[in-house]
């Protein structure tokens, strides 16, 4: 795993800034210790952060082809690299090194673009054509790796994370005042957005072209949901044994230690399990986090129990860590700037914290992400689903639920009610929510509710028209695959493995297993009050029943319980401080009583909370006391053992 940037002047004889290459690679080493690589010729410069996975003495990037006419970075694992690189020196190519970066090099010398289409894994690399003057830039299919940009009329940068892009002079730091409010609707600011004005994702599934026609970016893949062929259900469950077997397989390609992050729920003690199997009586090191607990909420969260059951079975070397309320906050300031933008998901902090201890023991770990968005194992997808019922069964009277909602006392079953009368796709945000529109409403006025949810409307409702033939089921599924996975849950992963220079790899999106299961019929993935009914019938008889059985939980944290208790004061002192940053975007007012109703009982408003204060640490950190770097206007050499201008050192 590594980090890439670069910049490309538009203009042929405006020179790079190389300093401002070597700044941009700085800010990304965390998430390549072990080396640092750069191309500097004229208009175009590129920099590279190197944590060693694969070819450890010849992977060094960047890398060139056999004329020297095209060079790569690149962030992420090519699983079929070897498969691939058979095929290639076939065709004529000459291969100087094991890496798999090398091999997507060749591979866009004999396909061109559609280089990507041959890649099985996750990546985020960039070619620069020295030859026809063109930049590609490419993300991986389910946006596990990722790439951020910036342009102007003068230049266009980019880098796997946004801090890297703030060290360029011209690159401005300023709220997007449309992505604060849809991060306050979703606890995520949804992509292309990012909380930085004009700072945008490269989305997943796309390229991104740049050279003298322009910049433009192109779709090249995407979930498509058949009509169901008649197929067993014997069929159906070796067919997913096998291909799950095949995406673990592939992930345990490796020069370093593996392991493997392990909750004790269903998705990563089958990882284990498989894992257990294909390494052949090899002990896998697996790891977990859980809570001191001093009351019901934290004892309930821990899941130490389950993760032990699951080890024991398969007899790995099981590691925990145990977080507390006071770790929990002190490490605020140092969550936003890993994260780079404001993501409300307190699961970030033991993942961080679970990523450090791991990193004390291997280099790569695998996990169970993406099982539940392929597989529906959320309990909301059942509830929408009654929620659909309700809705076509209730035809004109429907129109009624608006008024009845009016006459409910509880804001949570006013929420129900009001969807009653709305379609699904007017209904379903996505799985991960913050504010409510009552909430947003007292928050932030009717207008700017009004216009976060017509963009809301916009961003989901394309989704929703993009497979309106398929089942609802699969329609929430894909809505989920192209939001919430790529924009909350895998940035989450990304950036507190990185944190820590560790690598994660996620068995279930591998891009051929995710387009197997959008085949699956809905019984294959949800049936009765339970989801990934066609995982739990793979690992009956291989994992203990009562993992198998248990109920969903998530990534449980104690946080409603902490907010009352060990961290009042914390909240107090940043949110309800007089010069808050999020004074100024929201009522003043209206967090005060949020944060006394959770004080005090009255309702649960942590989400609500945390939301505001991971926003408020954020502010504070990038965008009020940040000083923006210097343009020096001049072009120094590089380190002579770092540099790589139009040759690799």
Same mark, same amino acid.
């Given at each position: 795993?590594?980090?890439?940037?670069? *910049? @490309?002047?538009?203009? %042929?004889?405006?020179?790079? =800034?190389? +300093?401002?290459?070597? /700044?941009?690679?700085?800010?990304? $080493?965390?998430?390549?210790?072990?080396?640092?690589?750069?191309?500097?010729?004229?208009?175009?410069?590129?920099?590279?952060?190197?944590?060693?996975?694969?070819?450890?003495?010849?992977?060094?990037?960047?890398?060139?082809?056999?004329?020297?006419?095209?060079?790569?970075?690149?962030?992420?694992?090519?699983?079929?690299?070897?498969?691939?690189?058979?095929?290639?020196?076939?065709?004529?190519?000459?291969?100087?090194?094991?890496?798999?970066?090398?091999? *997507? @090099?060749?591979?866009? %010398?004999?396909?061109?673009? =559609?280089? +990507?289409?041959?890649? /099985?894994?996750?990546?985020?690399? $960039?070619?620069?054509?020295?030859?026809?003057?063109?930049?590609?830039?490419?993300?991986?299919?389910?946006?596990?790796?990722?790439?951020?940009?910036?342009?102007?009329?003068?230049?266009?940068?980019?880098?796997?994370?946004?801090?890297?892009?703030?060290?360029?002079?011209?690159?401005?730091?300023?709220?997007?005042?449309?992505?604060?409010?849809?991060?306050?609707?979703?606890?995520?600011?949804?992509?292309?957005?990012?909380?930085?004005?004009?700072?945008?994702? @490269?989305?997943?599934?796309?390229?991104?072209?740049? =050279?003298?026609?322009?910049?433009?970016?192109?779709?090249?893949?995407?979930?498509?949901?058949?009509?169901?062929?008649?197929?067993?259900?014997?069929?159906?469950?070796?067919?997913?044994?096998?291909?799950?077997?095949?995406?673990?397989?592939?992930?345990?390609?490796?020069?370093?230690?593996?392991?493997?992050?392990?909750?004790?729920?269903?998705?990563?003690?089958?990882?284990?399990?498989?894992?257990?199997?294909?390494?052949?009586?090899?002990?896998?090191?697996?790891?977990?986090?859980?809570?001191?607990?001093?009351?019901?909420?934290?004892?309930?969260?821990?899941?130490?129990?389950?993760?032990?059951?699951?080890?024991?079975?398969?007899?790995?070397?099981?590691?925990?860590?145990?977080?507390?309320?006071?770790?929990?906050?002190?490490?605020?300031?140092?969550?936003?700037?890993?994260?780079?933008?404001?993501?409300?998901?307190?699961?970030?902090?033991?993942?961080?914290?679970?990523?450090?201890?791991?990193?004390?023991?291997?280099?790569?770990?695998?996990?169970?992400?993406?099982?539940?968005?392929?597989?529906?194992?959320?309990?909301?997808?059942?509830?929408?689903?009654?929620?659909?019922?309700?809705?076509?069964?209730?035809?004109?009277?429907?129109?009624?639920?608006?008024?009845?909602?009016?006459?409910?006392?509880?804001?949570?079953?006013?929420?129900?009610?009001?969807?009653?009368?709305?379609?699904?796709?007017?209904?379903?945000?996505?799985?991960?929510?913050?504010?409510?529109?009552?909430?947003?409403?007292?928050?932030?006025?009717?207008?700017?509710?009004?216009?976060?949810?017509?963009?809301?409307?916009?961003?989901?409702?394309?989704?929703?028209?993009?497979?309106?033939?398929?089942?609802?089921?699969?329609?929430?599924?894909?809505?989920?695959?192209?939001?919430?996975?790529?924009?909350?849950?895998?940035?989450?992963?990304?950036?507190?493995?990185?944190?820590?220079?560790?690598?994660?790899?996620?068995?279930?999106?591998?891009?051929?297993?995710?387009?197997?299961?959008?085949?699956?019929?809905?019984?294959?993935?949800?049936?009765?009050?339970?989801?990934?009914?066609?995982?739990?019938?793979?690992?009956?008889?291989?994992?203990?029943?009562?993992?198998?059985?248990?109920?969903?939980?998530?990534?449980?944290?104690?946080?409603?319980?902490?907010?009352?208790?060990?961290?009042?004061?914390?909240?107090?002192?940043?949110?309800?401080?007089?010069?808050?940053?999020?004074?100024?975007?929201?009522?003043?007012?209206?967090?005060?009583?949020?944060?006394?109703?959770?004080?005090?009982?009255?309702?649960?408003?942590?989400?609500?909370?945390?939301?505001?204060?991971?926003?408020?640490?954020?502010?504070?950190?990038?965008?009020?006391?940040?000083?923006?770097?210097?343009?020096?206007?001049?072009?120094?050499?590089?380190?002579?053992?770092?540099?790589?201008?139009?040759?690799?050192?």
């Amino acid at each position: 795993m590594c980090g890439i940037c670069g *910049i @490309l002047n538009f203009i %042929e004889h405006d020179p790079v =800034d190389r +300093v401002a290459i070597q /700044r941009m690679t700085d800010a990304l $080493a965390h998430r390549g210790p072990d080396d640092a690589g750069y191309f500097v010729e004229g208009q175009v410069g590129l920099g590279h952060r190197r944590l060693s996975i694969i070819d450890l003495s010849g992977g060094k990037q960047p890398i060139f082809n056999e004329d020297r006419s095209a060079t790569i970075i690149f962030n992420g694992e090519i699983y079929n690299h070897r498969a691939l690189a058979t095929v290639l020196t076939a065709a004529g190519h000459t291969f100087k090194t094991r890496s798999d970066t090398e091999t *997507i @090099l060749h591979a866009y %010398e004999e396909y061109g673009d =559609d280089c +990507v289409d041959h890649l /099985r894994g996750m990546f985020g690399f $960039a070619i620069w054509d020295r030859a026809k003057r063109r930049l590609l830039l490419a993300r991986d299919r389910l946006g596990i790796k990722p790439i951020y940009y910036y342009r102007n009329e003068r230049f266009l940068a980019f880098a796997s994370e946004i801090k890297s892009l703030l060290e360029i002079a011209a690159v401005p730091r300023e709220v997007d005042p449309e992505a604060l409010d849809l991060y306050l609707s979703l606890r995520y600011v949804p992509g292309p957005r990012t909380m930085f004005k004009n700072i945008f994702r @490269l989305q997943p599934g796309h390229v991104l072209v740049a =050279d003298e026609s322009g910049v433009r970016t192109r779709k090249y893949w995407d979930i498509e949901y058949p009509d169901p062929e008649p197929r067993s259900p014997e069929y159906l469950l070796d067919r997913f044994r096998e291909l799950l077997d095949e995406s673990v397989r592939l992930r345990l390609l490796s020069e370093v230690p593996l392991g493997v992050f392990l909750s004790g729920g269903l998705d990563s003690s089958a990882i284990l399990a498989t894992m257990s199997r294909i390494a052949g009586g090899e002990r896998v090191k697996t790891f977990s986090v859980g809570y001191e607990a001093s009351g019901a909420e934290q004892a309930a969260a821990n899941e130490f129990e389950y993760a032990r059951l699951a080890a024991d079975a398969f007899g790995a070397e099981h590691h925990e860590y145990r977080l507390d309320a006071t770790n929990f906050a002190e490490f605020v300031p140092e969550l936003v700037r890993y994260l780079d933008e404001p993501l409300a998901d307190p699961s970030c902090i033991p993942l961080y914290f679970i990523s450090k201890l791991a990193r004390e023991h291997i280099t790569v770990v695998l996990s169970g992400e993406g099982a539940d968005e392929l597989l529906a194992g959320y309990g909301i997808y059942g509830k929408m689903l009654a929620l659909d019922r309700v809705y076509k069964g209730a035809g004109p009277l429907g129109r009624l639920a608006p008024w009845i909602a009016r006459l409910t006392p509880s804001e949570k079953l006013r929420h129900y009610v009001q969807m009653c009368g709305q379609p699904l796709e007017a209904r379903y945000r996505g799985v991960s929510r913050g504010f409510s529109a009552e909430g947003m409403l007292r928050l932030v006025g009717r207008d700017r509710m009004k216009q976060s949810d017509e963009s809301l409307q916009e961003i989901f409702g394309g989704y929703f028209k993009a497979v309106e033939k398929a089942s609802p089921l699969d329609r929430m599924l894909y809505v989920d695959a192209k939001v919430w996975l790529p924009d909350d849950l895998l940035v989450k992963a990304d950036k507190m493995t990185m944190a820590n220079g560790l690598e994660l790899r996620v068995p279930f999106l591998d891009h051929k297993l995710v387009e197997f299961a959008a085949t699956l019929p809905n019984a294959s993935k949800i049936h009765g009050k339970g989801g990934k009914t066609l995982l739990r019938s793979a690992m009956r008889g291989v994992l203990p029943d009562a993992i198998i059985d248990r109920p969903k939980k998530g990534f449980p944290i104690p946080i409603s319980s902490w907010l009352r208790t060990s961290l009042r004061q914390f909240t107090r002192d940043y949110l309800l401080a007089r010069d808050s940053a999020s004074s100024r975007y929201v009522d003043r007012g209206e967090t005060a009583r949020l944060v006394q109703e959770h004080e005090q009982g009255t309702a649960d408003r942590s989400q609500e909370i945390w939301t505001l204060l991971v926003f408020e640490f954020w502010h504070r950190h990038f965008i009020d006391n940040h000083p923006r770097p210097a343009d020096t206007g001049t072009h120094p050499p590089l380190l002579a053992h770092q540099v790589s201008c139009g040759e690799p050192s």
